[in-house]
């Protein structure tokens, strides 16, 4: 399954900030709006292995993986 995010950006001042629509708490702020993006592009790699591994821990040792595309 290939996912796709959306980015909020917007520049304040000197710096660009940005937040993933469908990820709560993945945001940044960088100097230059291609270092935000790769930023947010790390950050939200960061967060849904996270997850994943949350949500591996909290199934227990059995368990089947399906997916679900929306």
Do not use: H
């Amino acid at each position: 399954m290939d996912s796709k995010y959306t980015a909020v950006v917007k520049q304040d001042g000197d710096w660009w900030v940005g937040w993933i629509e469908e990820v709560p708490g993945v945001n940044c702020q960088e100097r230059s709006k291609e270092e935000l993006l790769e930023s947010l592009r790390i950050a939200l790699a960061e967060a849904i292995e996270l997850n994943r591994q949350e949500a591996r821990q909290a199934a227990g040792g059995q368990f089947i993986e399906e997916t679900i595309a929306g």
